[in-house]
């Protein structure tokens, strides 16, 4: 569909370290690898999505919400015909930077920050992890990642000035990110909407009538799956229309990043570039219901008296680790020691406590709990 306007391997910016060509891999499967051996990909299997343990063993965790996440990107990309390992490895390391504890755990990292005139930004982290704190290789720390991917993983989701951010004016702050940059967001989007009403209902935090009701779309697939498997289980009719939501929302972010290329004129990676705006979008219409769902989840299930007092309790314990350690800097491992004295004391806590999953946080809360009683 798009074929023009998919970005060449051989047109790179390249590595920070230039490195000779694989035999067999081209650059972008190259990065796709790396990030899945790093260890910053392993540690998101013990951080939270939305829900945990005792309710069930089946909710997803970040790392299995990111696997999702590239799948819906791995088949927009195809379909469109965009570079999909170029696609796949930005969507596989979105989330890298994803402190414990999900968005309650970045929110409380930003606020205390904040606190030193500074701030938490999991992208920011993302670029950070695959810049500096990832040790793979003997001749410098980092992954040693192709631009095209570190500028992805910084600018997928929203944009950022110079003016925010005059250290990463390498990255073209004043341009957008190439159009299988742009996928990830709204992959992103498909992914938890449809994976958290999955969990949701699992956790019996939403009942399926409910989302039925509110949700028109989804009520109108539960409908079709009744007459097309009228024997089945109720469970097995809400599994039917989430299926289909998922496909649906997929279809539409073709057809919706498509037409918006059309209308925009644009016709190489410059123009996506130099575009107005993003051009990788879901049709109106999906968009509507996802926004519906969106709001749904958020009133219902984000915000509700569970997970709210159990995010409360989670960031308690975080503030309490990030404030020792700002009275103890001695008890860092010896990397950040050594960051706090080269940057500053809070940015290397900050930074030691976003790789934490979450249950070494808790662990680590818990031996600190014991020394200072």
Known sequence: M???LRFDPSQSRGRRRPEAEHAYRNPFQRDRDRIIHSRAFRRMQEKTQVFTAPLSDHFRNRLTHTIEVAQVTRTAARALGLNEDLAEALALGHDLGHPPFGHAGEAALDRTMRRYGARFDHNIHSLRIVERFERRYAAAPG???TFEVREGLLKHSRDLTEAEH???AEYLLDLRPLLEAQLIDPADEIAYNCGDLDDAVEA???EIDVVCSEIGLFGRLFEEAQTSYPQAHRWDWFNEALRRLLDFFVASLIEGTKTAVEESGVLNADDVRASPERLARLAPDASQAAKSLKELLR???YRSPAVAERGERSVEK???VFDYFMGHPESLPRPYQ???ELESRQRAVCDYIAGMTDTF???RHEEIAHEIA
Do not use: C, G, S, W
């Open 318 to 320: 975080l503030d309490t």
């Open 166 to 168: 005059p250290e990463m």
């Open 2 to 4: 798009l074929q023009r």
């Open 299 to 301: 009133r219902e299930v």
């Open 361 to 363: 946080l808790l662990r």
């Open 338 to 340: 050594e960051q706090a």
């Open 143 to 145: 992954l040693n990642l």
């Open 204 to 206: 019996k935090a939403l």
